[in-house]
């Protein structure tokens, strides 16, 4: 197969080079097209730019395919747990029981905040989003460890900063909730695993520790372990745009949650939740709402259906689906949303608007549904997501600051607006 392609423009033919990845997937080479040419490419969304070549994660979208390093998502769900996929995702392999055990220890040295942080969450109103809180604290964080304002740190400074601040996220996470809700602040236990700490600072009180149900330990580990990297989705690639800038990883990581947090990204989880809701309060079964959701001008969609990537069932909304079927039958909890969620997606996947336009349930379509049956509020729902994303935002920054000839992201545009218009003297305007 040929590894060049050509391309005719304006008489003359060019030849570009074609590059194929590891797993068959074949790009046209157009770093040097404007120099040859004087042209640019548009690609309005992205849709057909490979930004960059990784390593990192493979989706096939026809498929319905995702790996971390190579190792199938479904794997990693029923043998793995978050913090070694952490560990995989950011080292480019599965630790061994030595350096699985370094790496917790790391996470466990760097639970705790800077105890002045608890002046900042002190300026936030008691009904501020969580994700304002995340994304505000992140960054406010990195103020107190003047290390880490180093753009290319060495592997041992990178090592520490990649854990203080995955292990710190939880932290601050759960105490956004806290604050939130005008609860005291639970501090972490050092005896706790990842999850169990998360789930004891958001729901201990002084007096009394959380009861840790394994089960429910090990749904929520699952999600953030689902959500731990998705390549370059909209907020993966805007942690790459800031970091190649040589900016600091919390504030690209800051920037993260940021791209995250709207309702077309990850703050997809809490639309679904609402929709759901929304639905059951109108006392309808979900027909209603599938043929406004097909409506252009009803402004509504069905939340949680649809993927840029995926053409097919997205795997990890496979998962899910399961753990959360199994999860609410061992809480014997019956949630009428479940119920709905099920109708909705029966019915979408036999009716030819969905069919044709090959959308299928996402990762969030039942995380949600899962979350509810754990007690996490709503709004903290993309909060989760957060944490999950983040090693994978983590090994994307560790990917441009280790590779010597990145450079600083920089699109082109086609202009479209007015040319050679004159500057008009105040006096003068309409
Ligand atoms: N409900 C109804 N119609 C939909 C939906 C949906 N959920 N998703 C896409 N469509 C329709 C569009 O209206 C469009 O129809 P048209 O061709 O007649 O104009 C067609 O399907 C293609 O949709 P686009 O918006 O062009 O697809 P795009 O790749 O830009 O968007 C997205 C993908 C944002 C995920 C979209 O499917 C969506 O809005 N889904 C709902 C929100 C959601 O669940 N987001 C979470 C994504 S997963 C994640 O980020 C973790």
Known sequence: MSDIAKLELEGQVYELPVITGTEGEKAVDITQLRAKTGHITMDDGYGNTGSCQSKITFIDGEKGILQYRGIPIEELAEKSSFVEAAYLLINGHLPSRTELRRFSDMLTQNENLHEDMKYQFEGFPSNAHPMAILSAMINASSCFYPGLMVNRPNPARFEVHAARLLSQVRTIASFSYRKSHGLPIIYPKPSYKYTANFLHMMFSDVYQDYELK???????????????????????????MVASSQANLFACAAAGVCALWGPLHGGANQAVIEMLEDIHRSGDDGSKFINAAKDKNSGKRLMGFGHRVYKNYDPRAKIIKKACDQLLSTLHISDPLLDIAKKLEEAALQDSYFVERKLYPNVDFYSGIIMRALNIPTEMFTVIFAIGRMPGWIANFKEIMDDPKSRIYRPRQVYMGATQNPFIPMDERK
């Not at 370059?232 to 690639?237: D, K, L, R, V």
Request: proline share 4%; hydrophobic share 45%.
């Open 214 to 240: 394994p089960e429910v330990v090990r749904a929520l580990d699952l999600i953030f372990l689902l959500h731990a990297d998705h390549e370059q989705n909209c907020s993966t690639a805007t942690v790459r």
